[in-house]
């Protein structure tokens, strides 16, 4: 692949402001100052890596709902899962993004199933001052990431009905605010386009609204 001799001393700020990976970011027209962010997906999407960044990246806080679910309930979500179901975990999943979304200057990322709830998409989706980034992912990708953390993910020992899950979800991801595919991106790059686009005074128009 040629390589730009020139780019090696490119101002950082214009190449981030020209970088394709920004170009792939899949954006809905979103015309209010962003106040919030935030990231939804698959597991294994980055969700908790790229979140950091992002915060530090705008001088924000992070908050992941999963520990906040864990320090309230007094134990991990694999013990929830078994003591409670799933239905409960949902159920203080919910209430936990929905304490947790108005505040400002925050990065938040989603466990992989709270956008199957409708309240909760409802809330994120239509908040003022708030971009909800899908961190798109390929099954396969999200489970090579995930290999190894089965007794941390119970959604992972439920092997048959993983696929379904992965194919019932994915529409409800692509309503989020914009979509980029992470697939091939190091967290930092991932990162890099989602400031910039909180940064962006207008999203640009998702060409599949025309």
Known sequence: MNRDPGADHRDPLQFTVSSPILDRMKTKEKAETTRRIVLTGFMGSGKTTVGPLVAQGLGWRFADVDDVIVAEAGKTIPEI??????????????????????????????????IEDAETRAALLNAPDTL????EV???????????TEPLRPVLADGANLRARYERRLPLYRMAHATLQVDALRPDEVAEAIVRAARSPKKAENPASR
Do not use: M, N
Request: aromatic share 6%; with cysteine; glycine share 14%.
């Open 138 to 148: 390929k099954l396969e990708t999200a489970l090579a990431r995930c290999q190894g």
């Open 81 to 114: 899962f078994r003591s409670e179901g799933e239905k409960e975990f949902r159920k203080r999943e919910r209430e936990a993004i929905l304490k947790l979304w108005g505040g400002e200057r925050l990065v938040l990322a989603l466990g992989g199933g709270a």
């Open 132 to 135: 909800v980034v899908h961190l």
